[in-house]
Nanobody, 126 residues
Framework: QVQLVESGGGSVQAGGSLRLSCAAS????????MAWFRQTPGKEREGVAT???????NYANSVKGRSTISRDNTKNTLYLQINSLKSEDTAMYYC????????????????????WGQGTQVTVSS
């Protein structure tokens, strides 16, 4: 069954904002660490931001200062708000989760994450 479902992607002009959502149908154990990754064709998938159930967040330098990762544990949903979008933010965005310690969560190492969504496309035009 589908356990992580992303939404909120789309086409937006540079300078605009988007809010991505990821609905999880997983236990609290398996969503201790929730993260956003992104990938463009021909490039490695990269970590964007992570959030641990204990509250710690971590951001890639490329989005730091203009994005906010958050989670609503009552809805088992992860969010990513990105402002001041740039053309280089164009990518497929993936939600991922896993039962990780805060330290492992902050490392954004793909192989540590057990569950992945199917992705939502973000396209930024200049």
């Amino acid at each position: 069954q589908v356990q992580l479902v992303e939404s909120g992607g789309g086409s937006v002009q540079a300078g605009g904002s988007l809010r991505l959502s990821c609905a999880a149908s997983l236990s609290a154990y398996n969503t201790e660490c929730m993260a956003w990754f992104r990938q463009t064709p021909g490039k490695e998938r990269e970590g964007v931001a992570t959030i641990h159930s204990a509250g710690m967040t971590n951001y890639a330098n490329s989005v730091k200062g203009r994005s906010t990762i958050s989670r609503d544990n009552t809805k088992n949903t992860l969010y990513l708000q990105i402002n001041s979008l740039k053309s280089e933010d164009t990518a497929m965005y993936y939600c991922a989760t896993g039962p990780l310690t805060p330290w492992l969560c902050s490392r954004s190492r793909q192989t540590d994450f057990h569950y992945w969504g199917q992705g939502t496309q973000v396209t930024v035009s200049s």
